[in-house]
């Protein structure tokens, strides 16, 4: 799965927010065996999760 929201403001820096959630939602998918291969960020341009080494 990967997963996508937006920032409204274009910026791309993950918040604490998104950083829990995603932690929060990686625990869930292991639990139910679905693999989370990426949560990106869309602004002004995109920020991918997994290559900023937070997933």
């Known amino acids: 799965m990967i997963l996508a929201h937006n920032h409204p403001s274009g910026h791309l820096r993950p918040s604490h927010g ?3 959630t995603t932690r929060r939602l990686v625990e869930v998918s292991e639990v139910v065996g679905i693999e989370i291969l990426d949560h ?3 602004g002004d341009g995109y920020l991918s999760m997994k290559a ?3 997933l």
């Open 18 to 20: 998104d950083r829990e």
């Open 52 to 54: 900023q080494g937070l």
């Open 40 to 42: 990106l960020i869309v």
